[in-house]
């Protein structure tokens, strides 16, 4: 059985990486393609969790390969290996914390750079903590996750569009996903359980962004007849 949930994790966090570099790539095309900043910052911040991906994968594979070469934790055997884990790991945190404050920067009505700037410097101020405590990082998370929420249920109330209803259960589902993590740990089936949601979550972005570029493709056929 764990054998098969640890596969199963493999997999899940292999897909996602497919769909959030697929993501990166269609958010920068529809930047292209209209000119909107929050685009940019869209596809920059599936890029960053793409990386964050690989960073995390990186860091199982080192945390697999010193327990099996070394299964009785040799402290000189392992000593140049455990750094490195944890570097990895901490570049995970950093990259997925960034990546979640760009949401902000994108969903929310803040544009003043002093308060952004305030965000980002706190953002950086918990990246020490959430780099210890498992919990305290989901916990970051799901309140970066309920500040993007907020803002968008305000932006959906006063204009009411299929494209802000479906980033609402995209969040709601990245939301979902941090709050099985913090209540339930970091076991392998519950990551995997995580990890499933949170890839229906990046395949509801990825509508999003291949939603924007039917619409202009449309309206560039238009333009031609």
Do not use: C
């Not at 900043?37 to 990386?51: H, P, R, T």
């Not at 210890?132 to 500040?147: D, E, K, Q, T």
């Not at 970091?186 to 039917?214: C, H, K, M």
Request: charged share 10%; hydrophobic share 55%; proline share 2%.
């Amino acid at each position: 059985m764990v054998f098969v949930m640890h596969n199963i994790y493999y997999f899940l966090n292999i897909v996602s990486v497919i769909v959030a570099a697929i993501i990166a790539i269609y958010g920068y095309k529809a930047y292209r393609l209209t000119h909107e900043k929050k685009y940019a910052f869209f596809g920059l911040s599936f890029l960053l969790q793409f990386v964050g991906y690989i960073i995390l994968i990186t860091a199982f594979i080192v945390h697999k390969t010193t327990t099996y070469l070394f299964p009785g934790a040799v402290p000189e055997a392992i000593k140049n290996i455990v750094p490195l884990y944890h570097s990895i790991y901490g570049a995970y945190i950093l990259f997925t914390l960034i990546a979640y404050t760009l949401f902000i920067l994108i969903y929310s009505e803040i544009h003043r750079k002093s308060e952004l700037t305030l965000i980002g410097f706190l953002i950086l101020a918990l990246m020490y903590p959430s780099y210890h405590s498992f919990r305290f990082f989901n916990a970051v998370v799901i309140g970066l996750l309920l500040f993007v929420i907020y803002y968008q249920l305000m932006n959906y109330k006063e204009k009411k569009e299929l494209n802000k209803l479906i980033v609402i259960l995209a969040f709601i589902l990245f939301l979902a996903s941090h709050i099985v993590l913090f209540f339930l740990g970091p076991t392998t089936g519950v990551v995997a359980l995580a990890y499933t949601i949170q890839l229906f979550s990046f395949l509801l972005f990825l509508t999003i962004v291949l939603r924007i570029e039917l619409k202009w493709q449309r309206k560039e056929d238009q333009k031609l007849k």
